[in-house]
């Protein structure tokens, strides 16, 4: 027997977010590990293995799941696995632990905040080319868009795997999208993307909406992508937008809410992105 944390990640104001089941890894097949998401009600299971010290920090290996296969990466997950390693330590108000997954080590922090945690992570550096074309027309197909309700210029972007970011007019458009999910995923799969991450421009304080839709990989529709928000951030950070607050999941009746901030340095846009994370129940499996 085994605990299993379901962790409510990127919350809205102490409510909603992305439950996520977080455990420590196990022998298991990667058939077994895919089974968790749907027996538990999550969307992702992420999977701990201590492996150490590193950098003066307790290190562990993050592995993410969903039911249809693994992800070399995924946000709200590594939100999640820190609120678990956090409450294990227990007394230490300013967690930090070295993270590592199957291509990158890096590193990550919480704290306590209220009932909840605030956590935040670097989610590693972020490419960006522009798309249109075929390419943006079979992925606007997939939404049931049309092209003149694209609000600005979209780009593909990657931390890892790429995937299309895609400005809409406005937060009630976005709201309205009811995309054909067998069109979307043979438009992704057609072009090697992730998914859609479908937002309305930030506001001047950087307050935005987002859609993350990933039917790809097992994910109609995302409650909270923390990755793609880093992503979003990379990409705001060049027209002079560098702190964000991305609002998703209410589509879902779960509000979630993710931050991100970008700042320069000789190396380019340093990204940290996160959010509110509680723990909200543990079961034996």
């Known amino acids: 027997m085994s605990e299993v944390a379901v962790v409510d990640a990127c919350q809205r104001d102490g409510a909603g977010?992305?439950?996520?089941?977080?455990?420590?890894?196990?022998?298991?097949?990667?058939?077994?590990?895919?089974?968790?998401?749907?027996?538990?009600?999550?969307?992702?299971?992420?999977?701990?293995?201590?492996t150490g010290i590193e950098r003066r920090?307790?290190?562990y290996t993050l592995r993410f799941f969903t039911a249809q296969g693994e992800l070399p990466a995924c946000g709200h997950g590594t939100v999640a696995a820190l609120a678990v390693l956090a409450e294990r330590e227990g007394g230490d108000?300013?967690?930090?632990?070295?993270?590592?997954?199957?291509?990158?080590?890096?590193?990550?922090?919480?704290?306590?905040n209220g009932d909840g945690l605030t956590v935040s992570f670097d989610p590693g550096p972020v490419s960006l080319r522009s798309t249109g074309g075929p390419e943006l027309r079979a992925v606007a197909g997939g939404l049931g868009l049309t092209e003149d309700a694209v609000a600005g210029d979209a780009c593909v972007a990657s931390n890892g795997r790429p995937r299309l970011l895609l400005p809409i007019r406005s937060r009630a458009a976005l709201a309205?999208?009811?995309?054909?999910?067998?069109l979307l995923r043979a438009a992704c799969d057609r072009y090697g993307l992730l998914g859609c991450y479908a937002y309305s421009p930030p506001d001047r304080h950087g307050r935005a909406a987002a859609r993350m839709f990933a039917p790809s990989i097992g994910v109609p529709e995302d409650i909270a992508n923390a990755n793609s928000t880093g992503c979003l951030a990379a990409h705001a950070a060049g027209s002079g937008t560098h702190r964000l607050a991305v609002d998703m999941g209410d589509h879902l009746g779960s509000p979630s809410t993710i931050t991100a901030t970008a700042h320069r340095d000789r190396t380019g846009?340093?990204?940290?992105?996160?959010?509110?994370?509680?723990?909200?129940?543990?079961?034996m499996r």
């Open 93 to 112: 108000p300013d967690y930090r632990a070295a993270l590592r997954t199957a291509h990158r080590s890096f590193d990550g922090r919480a704290s306590r």
């Open 176 to 182: 309205q999208l009811a995309p054909d999910l067998t």
């Open 269 to 283: 846009n340093r990204i940290r992105v996160g959010g509110q994370a509680a723990i909200v129940r543990t079961v």
């Open 57 to 59: 920090r307790p290190a």
């Open 17 to 50: 977010g992305s439950p996520t089941a977080v455990l420590d890894d196990a022998p298991l097949t990667d058939e077994e590990r895919c089974r968790i998401p749907t027996a538990l009600g999550t969307s992702h299971a992420v999977f701990l293995r201590a």
